[in-house]
């Protein structure tokens, strides 16, 4: 170690992953992997969260649940901006979680012509 | 280090309490089925040291949920994959149950236990990886020693340790950065900075986790200090029997010389830092500094007179700087957070936390961080969980094997060097062990001058023969053969033993037995006068026990389990117990279906 500098270069670095273990408030994505929704593709629709995310390079806490009862529209994502409503998207596509990702996460804008749900 | 990102990352405990309950095969299990199900690369497991709730473990905390299951096992494996890593459903039974009201609780930060404790030498056991350098570095690691290194002149360093009031967390609590600064006015070629991880108190095991849960914390710490005083070589003393702090240690050396965090040049400084670990055999008179330098110097560990303080003539003769590991593990936090952070926290004369290493009969058995001035009731009901079995108080014995132990009256008490000091006991490194109604402090008191009588390296003599003479005592008054007289000649040898001592060890030996005659004096007349045990555990004083023969149904129960045979009879016909042979053990009692049988 040669500097300081480099020591914090370093910390950025690897910070990133430690991340997962923070408590405090970002957003978070919740994925509906009840039997019914991994029967609907919901494994591909977590995955395609994932790789969306990493190559964003976003800060977002990815959480499954269990079957909400709306089956018939699953795959179904939750988007949960800190102090914004949560909101509900279903029958989606990978391209779908691209265009959620991209307009609400990113930019705070709701998809409104996926939307399905809101929460209070 | 994976580039890509994992969406959870399981924290399995490995520390050495929740290996022993099969931490091991239960991270097997859990890769067995992380691959089974196409999950390895979404999710990462994380080996981490101890989170203090060894009695629980093994611990898994699975994020980001932040979700504590303990006692888990192989068995549990599939359905936590399933439910909660595909799913997202909390295993509901595997997760923390408070013993005084059966709620259960997901998350970690809302359990009693943890709830009442502040994290600064713990902050982050059960936190990180401790093999992983990276994610020390992470968390803000090695960047008070970077300051330090690049900013701060020594005697800066000196007057912020001194300032923020930290006082040695081995047992005598002398202020650390007075004992830094005399090592730094030492003149000399050479200095040695040693870190003291013997831990000889029985049932202690607060350095062996942070060794094992955090190591480059020590090595911080250490860094720090050795810039300070003018050290460029350490040895850190762990004793043998720590095979996983040793280990652990032995690779964050390793990974600290890669990145050029010890070694020559640190942070192009100048400063150069070179450490070794050096094995101890494991005698509690090792952790004595003295003791432990002639140890590291390859002679027979005993101590020497002080003065000369090892701050002027220390290992190999040279100013040497000594202090234990949860004082190194303070370092970082107290150049991080600034003096005022740290004193903010604690009392008066006695600033920060301290660990504890909570054992005897209580609830949640543990180690603990605490605030300074937290009360011994808060330490005992609170985190601790009350008493097992609704048995009641009665003592709680504080400082390891040289403290002394405190009666209900005190469990108020706010605990700091000084209160303790003054009510007949003492901090020492955190040993805390509860006692319920069913102790006897007479025994209690033998107990541990047996411990520290047979650990005495026999040096000096008011120590070897002091102890000695003193434990004598203490068996006759057990065996039911205390004279009158036997008190007095006790507090006598005790006052005499303290004040003639070599080194701590004898100083110390006599306060279990001064600090229980001081608050149970009723119980060693009961034993002299009365030939009594009114805990009943000196099995030669307790009375024999004698069946009803109207209420005896004949059954045979008692006489089965009766270890001595002392109980005869016929089918159908009242048994008796011969009392000449009855050692009282009272084995019997809870065997007989109609209660007929009783101590006499
Ligand atoms: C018999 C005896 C045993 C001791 N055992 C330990 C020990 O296991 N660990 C420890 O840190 N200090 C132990 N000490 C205290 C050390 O002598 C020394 O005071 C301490 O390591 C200084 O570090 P500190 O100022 O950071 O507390 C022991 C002292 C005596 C008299
Ligand atoms: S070893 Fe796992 S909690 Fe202590």
Aim: charged residues 25%; hydrophobic residues 35%.
């Amino acid at each position: 170690m040669k500097s300081l500098a480099e020591l914090k270069e370093l910390r950025n670095k690897v910070q990133k992953e430690m991340k997962k273990r923070d408590q405090g408030t970002k957003a978070e994505i919740i994925v509906g992997m009840g039997t019914c929704g991994i029967a609907a593709g919901a494994r591909d629709i977590l995955k395609a969260v994932l790789a969306e995310i990493e190559k964003r390079d976003l800060d977002v806490r990815v959480t499954q649940t269990g079957c909400i009862g709306m089956c018939e529209k699953e795959p179904l994502i939750d988007v949960k901006l800190p102090g914004k409503k949560r909101i509900t998207y279903g029958n989606l596509s990978e391209a779908d979680v691209q265009k959620i990702i991209t307009e609400h996460v990113v930019n705070g804008n709701i998809v409104t012509d996926l939307v399905i749900a809101r929460h209070n | 280090m994976k580039d890509s990102i994992y969406r959870s990352h399981v924290l399995i405990c490995t520390g050495t309490g929740c290996v022993s309950s099969g931490a091991k095969t239960l991270k097997d299990s859990l890769n067995e089925e992380l691959a089974a199900n196409d999950l390895s690369g979404e999710i990462k497991i994380v080996e981490t040291g101890c989170h203090g709730f060894c009695e629980k473990g093994p611990i898994m905390i699975v994020y980001p949920e932040g979700v504590f299951y303990c006692e888990v096992q192989s068995d549990d494996v599939a359905e936590i994959v399933e439910e909660h890593l595909l799913k997202g459903r909390t295993v509901e039974r595997l997760l923390f149950k408070e013993p005084m009201t059966e709620e259960q609780i997901p998350s970690y930060q809302d359990i009693a236990f943890y709830k009442k404790q502040q994290r600064i030498a713990l902050a982050n056991c059960g936190k990180i990886d401790p093999e992983d350098i990276d994610e020390y570095i992470a968390l803000g690691g090695y960047e008070a020693a970077g300051k330090v290194l690049t900013e701060m002149d020594a005697q800066e360093v000196v007057d912020t340790i001194k300032d923020s009031g930290l006082r040695g967390r081995g047992g005598g609590g002398f202020p650390t950065g007075l004992k830094w600064q005399f090592a730094k006015n030492s003149e000399s070629d050479k200095k040695y900075l040693i870190c003291n991880a013997d831990e000889g108190d029985p049932g202690a095991f607060m350095d062996r986790s942070i060794l094992e849960g955090d190591p480059h914390r020590i090595i911080e710490g250490m860094l720090v200090a050795a810039y300070a005083i003018g050290a460029d070589e350490g040895y850190v003393y762990v004793r043998a029997e720590y095979p996983l702090a040793i280990k652990r240690l032995e690779k964050a050396i390793e990974d600290a010389e890669e990145y050029g965090l010890l070694g020559d040049d640190i942070f192009s400084s100048g400063f150069n830092f070179k450490l070794h670990i050096k094995k101890g055999a494991g005698a509690f008179v090792c952790g004595e500094e003295t003791a432990l330098m002639n140890s590291i110097e390859g002679k027979r560990g005993m101590p020497t007179p002080r003065p000369p303080y090892p701050a002027v003539r220390g290992l190999w003769g040279k100013p040497t700087n000594i202090n234990n590991v949860e004082t190194y593990a303070n370092i970082p936090y107290i150049i991080n957070e600034g003096v005022d952070k740290f004193t903010a926290i604690g009392t008066e004369g006695s600033s920060g936390t301290k660990v504890f290493a909570l054992t005897g009969k209580i609830n949640n058995t543990g180690l603990v961080e605490v605030p300074m001035g937290t009360t011994l009731k808060e330490v005992i009901f609170e985190i601790g969980g009350g008493l097992g079995q609704g048995k009641k108080f009665k003592a709680v014995q504080t400082g390891g094997p040289s403290g002394g132990c405190l009666p209900e009256d005190y469990l108020d008490l706010p605990i700091d060097y000084d209160s303790l000091l003054d009510a007949g006991t003492m901090m020492g490194s955190g040993g805390m062990v509860v006692m319920d109604e069913d102790s006897c402090m007479v025994d209690v008191a033998r107990f541990f001058l047996n411990f520290t009588q047979s650990e005495s390296c026999g040096k000096c003599t008011p120590c070897r023969e002091g102890t000695k003479r003193m434990l004598e005592i203490l068996n006759r008054i057990t065996d039911g053969e205390g004279k009158e007289g036997d008190i007095e000649l006790l507090l006598e040898l005790g006052e005499h033993i303290k004040s003639t001592s070599l080194c701590g060890l004898g100083q110390s030996a006599p306060n279990p037995v001064l600090s229980t005659v001081r608050y149970f004096r009723d119980e060693y007349e009961a034993h002299i006068h009365d030939h009594n045990c009114p805990a009943g555990v000196c099995s030669d004083l307790a009375g024999a026990y004698v069946i009803d023969e109207e209420a005896c149904i004949g059954c045979s129960k008692c006489a089965k389990v009766c270890p001595v045979d002392a109980i005869s009879g016929e089918i159908k016909n009242p048994f008796t117990i011969d009392p000449d042979v009855c050692i009282a053990c009272g084995a019997c009692e809870p065997e007989c279906p109609v209660d007929a049988i009783s101590q006499g």
